[in-house]
């Protein structure tokens, strides 16, 4: 029997909420990832660590739950728009809270934010496609409330003129559907460990974000170092092959040296796991 919206939308928010947070754990602790906190330790982060991270995972599920409920068979406008912009700007607030004022998750609160919002106003159900093309048009929307602050991240789009996080968010996240998505399903397909298609899949990611932690802390020869290493993981057979697993650890080593850490990327991957998720319900409990 179909539920009365409003029911569904109490339901659905919640199941949302939950496998948006449960992205953000996996993600975090998937292991081992170049330059970044996994259940190894804290990468080239000295102000992180995996625990925090939980924490600050934990700390959004209201934020995520507050945002399929307002967003919930909504269509695409500006007053949607704005309510998502302070919802997002309030999550950022929770986060910095629990963390004791360490950024954890603003890229991820942006990504999973808008497609959390983008599932609730499909009704709880939607392709990959149609999810991210509607996070897509809302991203594009103008927020008038925003505050007019010249990021870290916009500083290294304007210095290097290359894309960031809204324009991921605005072109309907490339990243996620032309390169983690399918190389996820790849590498499963080749048989190959859950952890190892997950690595396979932030490497995709990997090979050609412009990445604006990445260039803030190493400039572009972090990027480079980056790119080349993950197609080097990639061309070599990916995580589960042994050169693969090889050239992991080069790039990881490298990274490190760098003090380069792909937070973009990993933000992405969380967002990745929370898409594939949403056809694999078994996998958000
Ligand atoms: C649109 C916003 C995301 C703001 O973006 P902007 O680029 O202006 O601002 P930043 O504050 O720099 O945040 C961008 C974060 O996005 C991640 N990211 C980077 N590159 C990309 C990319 N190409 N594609 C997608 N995502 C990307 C990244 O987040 C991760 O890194 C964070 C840690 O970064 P940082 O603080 O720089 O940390 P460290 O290097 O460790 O610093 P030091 O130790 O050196 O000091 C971490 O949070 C990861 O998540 C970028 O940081 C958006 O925030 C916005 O406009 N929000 C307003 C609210 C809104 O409208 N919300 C709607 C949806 S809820
Ligand atoms: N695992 C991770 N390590 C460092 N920064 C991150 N931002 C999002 N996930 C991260």
Not at 68 to 88: E, F, H, N
Not at 126 to 145: F, H, M, V
Not at 194 to 218: F, K, N, P
Not at 262 to 268: F, I, N, R, S, T
Request: charged content about 20%; proline content about 5%; aromatic content about 4%.
């Amino acid at each position: 029997m179909k539920l009365l919206p409003r029911i569904e939308a109490e339901g659905g928010a919640d199941w949302l909420a939950r496998a948006a947070t449960q992205s953000l754990i996996d993600e975090a602790r998937l292991s081992p990832k170049p330059g970044l906190v996994d259940s190894r330790g804290n990468g080239a982060h000295h102000d992180l660590t995996l625990e925090l991270m939980e924490r600050s995972a934990h700390s959004l599920t209201p934020t995520f739950q507050a945002l399929a409920q307002q967003s919930w068979l909504r269509p695409v406008d500006v007053a949607l728009r704005q309510t998502i912009g302070r919802l997002g700007r309030e999550g950022e607030q929770q986060m910095m809270a629990a963390t004791g004022g360490v950024n954890t998750h603003r890229g991820a609160i942006w990504a999973l934010g808008l497609l959390v919002s983008a599932v609730a106003m499909l009704g709880g159900s939607g392709s990959a496609e149609a999810i991210t093309a509607t996070a897509a048009k809302l991203a594009q929307l103008p927020d008038e409330a925003a505050p007019k602050v010249f990021s870290k991240g916009l500083r290294a789009t304007h210095r290097y003129r290359v894309p960031g996080a809204r324009e991921e968010a605005q072109q309907a996240f490339p990243h996620i559907m032309r390169l983690a998505l399918p190389q996820l399903q790849q590498s499963r397909q080749r048989g190959g460990s859950e952890t190892a298609a997950r690595l396979d899949a932030l490497m995709a990611i990997m090979t050609s974000l412009s990445d604006t932690c990445v260039l803030s802390r190493s400039g572009l020869d972090g990027l480079e170092t980056m790119h080349e290493g993950a197609r080097n993981v990639l061309r070599a057979g990916g995580v589960g092959h042994p050169h693969g697993w090889q050239a992991l650890a080069d790039l990881d080593r490298k990274m490190l040296a760098l003090n380069a850490s792909p937070g973009g990327a990993a933000d992405l991957l969380a967002a990745t796991l929370f898409l594939d998720r949403l056809t694999t319900p078994n996998l958000a409990n």
